[in-house]
C-alpha cells in the first residue's frame, strides 16, 4: 500500500512538473510571437507605409490579438534604418525576432531562432507615378466641388465619428464616375500612407489568379498541382483552385476562421503550414472561411505557372510569371507591397500593404470590367465569377460569397451587384458597377468597436441618388 502511495506521489509530482515545464514553454512561445508581430508591423509601417514609429505604436500594436495584446508593448525593438531591419528580442538566450525590408514586397519575418543574413533575390527598383493623370497618377484625382461630392463628402467626414458607424477609421475613399468624390484621413495620414489589408489580399490574390487566367497560365477548374499532394491516394489532389476561391475546400484546420498564428507571427512558412491540413469534407460541399484555402489558391497558381512554363520552354515571356508586383505596377499601385514568409511564398491571405488610393485603383479596375489604360488584364467575365455565389454560403450572415469577394446582394439600399473585399480592423473596399461607385474604408478597429459597412455604404448610396 505504501509503495503504490509513494507511486502515485511521484507520478503526481511528475505530471504538475510537466505541466509547469508546458506553461513555461507556451508562454516563451507567446512572447516569440508577439516579437515577431511586432518586428513585422514595425518594419512594414515604417518603409512600406511610411508611418511613424509612435503613430505605429499607437494603431497598428493596439487593439491587437488578446494573445500577445499584453506583451507586445514589454519588447523593446530595435530599428536600423540603413539595414532597413526590425530586431525584437523576446529572451535572453535566443536571437532576437528579425524582419527585413525590400523595395519589391516589403517586409520579410524571419523563423523563430533566425540568427544571421537573408540572402533572397535582388529587389526590383519599384517606380512611382504621382505625375501622371489619375488614375495611373495623382493629378486631376479629386473632382471639382458639386453638389454630390459635397454629399459624399458629409458622409465621409461622419465616418470618423465612432459613436455613427463604430471602429477607428483612418482613411474614407469615394470614387464616382472616375474621379475622386470625397477623400479624408485622420491626422498623420495622407493619400501615401499605406495599411495592411488583412483579409482584403484575399481579394487581391484573386485579381492576380483572374490575370493569370486572362494569360492562359492557369485553369482555375483544374486539380491542383502543389507537390506535397501529388503521392498516390491523396485525396486533396482532387481540389481545385475554383473550390480554394469560394472557401469550400472542405479542410480542416485548428480553428475557426483558421488563423494561422505559426505563419502571421511565428516566421513559418506556407507550404510547410497551409499544405499540412487534412481533408475532411468533400471539395464544394461546405462554405468554411479560412485564411489556408487563399494561401493554397496561390500556391497552386504558381505551380500551374511553372508548370506551364517548364512545358513550353522558351517561348513564354517572363511577363507571364505570377507576379503581383509587375501586376500592380501596370495599375498605378505604387504604393501596394505584397509581402512573402522567408522562402519566398507570398501570403495573400491577408499580408498586403497598400494605400486607400490603390485600393481605389484595384475598384476601378472592376468597374471597368478587367480592362486598364486599353489592355485587357482580366477576362471578360472574372467581374462576373467573381461576385457571383457558387455552391455552399456563408450562414447566420448579412453577406454572400463568390470567389475571394464578399457579396453585398441581401442589404436594403445597396444594389444587388454590389460586391466587396473585408479585411480584419476595418478594411473595405466596395464595387458597385450598376452606380459606377467604389467606397474605400480604412481602419484601425478592435474586436470591442467595428465599423458598420453595411450602413455606410447604404448612406454613400444615398447621397449619391439624393
Not at 517586409?107 to 517606380?127: E, H, L, V, W
Not at 509581402?339 to 498586403?352: A, R
Not at 465599423?451 to 448610396?461: C, K, M, N, Y
Request: net charge neutral; aromatic share 10%.
Amino acid at each position: 500500500m505504501l509503495k503504490k502511495l509513494v507511486s502515485l506521489c511521484v507520478v503526481g509530482a511528475l505530471f504538475s512538473i510537466s505541466a509547469l515545464a508546458q506553461e513555461a514553454e507556451s508562454a516563451r512561445y507567446d512572447r516569440a510571437l508577439a516579437a515577431g508581430y511586432k518586428a513585422q508591423f514595425i518594419c512594414s509601417g515604417l518603409w512600406n507605409g511610411g508611418k511613424s514609429l509612435a503613430d505605429i505604436k499607437a494603431d497598428e500594436l493596439t487593439g491587437i490579438y488578446e494573445r500577445i495584446a499584453d506583451i507586445v508593448p514589454t519588447l523593446a525593438e530595435e530599428v536600423d534604418e540603413t539595414e532597413r531591419q526590425v530586431r525584437v528580442r523576446f529572451a535572453e538566450d535566443a536571437p532576437p525576432r528579425v524582419a527585413i525590408w525590400n523595395s519589391q514586397s516589403g517586409c520579410t519575418a524571419m523563423p523563430i531562432g533566425f540568427d544571421g543574413i537573408q540572402n533572397g533575390p535582388s529587389a526590383r527598383t519599384r517606380k512611382f507615378f504621382d505625375d501622371q493623370f489619375w488614375p495611373m497618377g495623382d493629378r486631376n484625382a479629386v473632382v471639382q466641388t458639386s453638389a454630390r461630392s459635397t454629399g459624399f463628402e458629409t458622409v465621409a467626414t461622419r465616418a470618423f465619428q465612432s459613436e455613427i458607424y463604430g471602429g477607428k477609421t483612418s482613411a474614407v475613399l469615394v470614387i464616382q464616375n472616375g474621379g475622386i468624390q470625397a477623400e479624408t484621413y485622420k491626422a498623420g495620414q495622407d493619400l501615401h500612407t499605406a495599411q495592411r489589408t488583412w483579409s482584403v489580399a484575399k481579394s487581391l490574390a484573386g485579381t492576380l489568379i483572374g490575370h493569370s487566367v486572362q494569360q492562359n497560365m492557369v485553369d482555375i477548374n483544374a486539380p491542383v498541382t502543389n507537390a506535397e499532394w501529388q503521392k498516390h491516394g491523396d485525396p486533396r489532389a482532387s481540389l481545385t483552385i475554383d473550390n480554394l476561391m469560394r472557401m469550400s475546400s472542405g479542410l480542416v484546420s485548428d480553428t475557426a476562421g483558421n488563423r494561422t498564428d505559426p505563419l502571421y507571427m511565428g516566421g513559418a512558412s506556407v507550404t510547410e503550414r497551409a499544405t499540412s491540413w487534412p481533408l475532411l469534407y468533400k471539395p464544394g460541399s461546405r462554405f468554411r472561411y479560412a485564411n489556408n484555402d487563399t494561401l493554397l489558391a496561390v500556391h497552386a497558381a504558381r505551380a500551374q505557372h511553372l508548370d506551364r512554363k517548364y512545358k513550353l520552354g522558351n517561348y513564354i515571356a517572363e511577363e507571364h510569371d505570377f507576379d503581383p508586383f509587375a501586376f500592380f505596377q501596370k495599375l498605378g499601385m505604387t504604393r501596394t507591397y505584397a509581402e512573402t514568409d522567408w522562402q519566398n511564398n507570398y501570403i495573400l491571405s491577408s499580408q498586403v500593404w497598400t494605400t486607400a488610393r490603390d485600393l481605389g485603383r484595384l475598384g476601378m479596375l472592376y468597374l471597368n470590367n478587367g480592362m486598364w489604360n486599353g489592355e485587357r488584364l482580366l477576362p471578360e467575365i472574372w467581374r462576373e465569377f467573381v461576385s457571383t455565389p457558387s455552391g455552399p454560403q456563408p450562414e447566420g450572415r448579412n453577406f454572400g460569397y463568390g470567389a475571394t469577394f464578399w457579396l453585398m446582394n441581401q442589404s436594403e439600399g445597396i444594389p444587388k451587384d454590389t460586391f466587396a473585399g473585408f479585411g480584419n480592423r476595418g478594411q473595405y473596399l466596395v464595387i458597385i458597377p450598376s452606380l459606377d461607385l467604389v467606397i474605400v474604408r480604412r481602419g484601425y478597429d478592435s474586436s470591442d468597436s467595428r465599423f458598420d459597412i453595411e450602413a455606410f455604404t447604404q448612406d454613400v448610396v444615398a447621397a449619391l441618388k439624393s
